[in-house]
Structure formats: C-alpha cells, structure tokens
C-alpha cells in the first residue's frame, strides 16, 4: 500500500495520533492521518506531525499548526531492502544510517539466522553472541549463548 501511495499521490500531511485518541472506544491504536491528492504533480514537501502524548497535545499541534515539513525524500527508504517504509521522528543520525549501504551489502555476513540445532552450533564461552528471540525481551536481552569461532566452517543444514 506504501509504494501505491508514492507512485500514485502527493502526501500533503502525515500526522501520528496520540495512542489514546480512541481510548474511548476501548482502543489504544496507533493510528496516523495521512492527507492525500491524486496525482504525483502536488508533491512538495511534507507536513508532519509527530505523535504527541495526548489528544490535549494533540488538538495543540494541529490548532497552531506546528508541523514539520521534510521532503518525501527524507522520511521514505526506498533502497533495495525496504519497503517504503516512512521514518517519521527518526533522528538524522538514524535516517543516514538507515539511508547508507546495508551491513549485508558491504561485508559477507549471517544475519537473522536459526542454528536449527543449539548443541551443535552454539558455545556456552563468550565468543560472538547470540540470540534467540530477543523480541519477546524487548530494549534489552543478554545472550542465549555464542557462535563458535569456527562457526562458518561447521555444516550448517539449510532451515526452511
């Protein structure tokens, strides 16, 4: 749906909601106003909003009109990886790093990977770390246990 919207319209306004704008309705949604026109012509730079704390906040932004503006250039990854994703908020830092070549690009390397089998591939010494689904520990997670040095060379069995 993202590349639909970049090929076909002009994104005029992107504004992030406060997770409880429909808490009334028992919903904390992320939900974000993306004002559109038909037709690549309009494009010119983008009003954000990022999200605020409340719909207080909230209704604040949108009466002054507090808006950002960024090109569609600056808050899209449209490298060869992404998805069209939007970066909204996302520091200068951040957008250059994630703007610049990928790791997997420039270096020969594992990524995302399931050893299929911890006994054989996995080492209780500290070595290159490793970790298993860090997600459901969220900001922080200590190593499940390490990759061997010579983990390249043992045979990895394909994992579909």
Request: glycine fraction near 6%; include cysteine.
């Given at each position: 749906?993202?590349?639909q919207i970049?090929?076909?319209?002009?994104?005029?306004?992107?504004?992030?909601?406060?997770?409880?704008?429909?808490?009334?309705?028992?919903?904390?949604?992320?939900?974000?106003?993306?004002?559109?026109?038909?037709g690549k012509?309009?494009?010119?730079?983008?009003?954000?909003?990022?999200?605020?704390?409340?719909?207080?906040?909230?209704?604040?932004?949108?009466?002054?009109?507090?808006?950002?503006?960024?090109?569609?250039?600056?808050?899209?990854?449209?490298?060869?990886?992404?998805?069209?994703?939007?970066?909204?908020?996302?520091?200068?830092?951040?957008?250059?790093?994630?703007?610049?070549?990928?790791?997997?690009?420039?270096?020969?390397?594992?990524?995302?990977?399931?050893?299929?089998?911890?006994?054989?591939?996995?080492?209780?010494?500290?070595?290159?770390?490793?970790?298993?689904?860090?997600?459901?520990?969220?900001?922080?997670?200590?190593?499940?246990?390490?990759?061997?040095?010579?983990?390249?060379?043992?045979?990895?069995?394909?994992?579909?």
């Open positions: 749906m993202r590349r970049l090929k076909e319209t002009s994104i005029h306004h992107i504004l992030l909601c406060p997770i409880d704008l429909f808490r009334q309705q028992q919903a904390d949604v992320r939900t974000c106003i993306i004002i559109l026109q038909k012509q309009y494009q010119k730079s983008v009003k954000i909003g990022n999200r605020v704390r409340n719909i207080e906040a909230f209704k604040n932004l949108l009466s002054k009109r507090d808006f950002s503006q960024n090109s569609l250039d600056e808050i899209t990854l449209n490298g060869k990886s992404d998805f069209s994703e939007f970066l909204i908020g996302v520091p200068n830092d951040i957008r250059r790093l994630l703007k610049s070549p990928r790791l997997g690009d420039s270096f020969n390397c594992i990524t995302g990977i399931s050893t299929g089998n911890d006994g054989k591939y996995l080492v209780k010494e500290p070595g290159v770390p490793f970790y298993k689904n860090p997600g459901s520990r969220k900001f922080y997670t200590a190593p499940d246990g390490y990759l061997p040095d010579d983990f390249l060379a043992r045979k990895m069995t394909k994992i579909s």
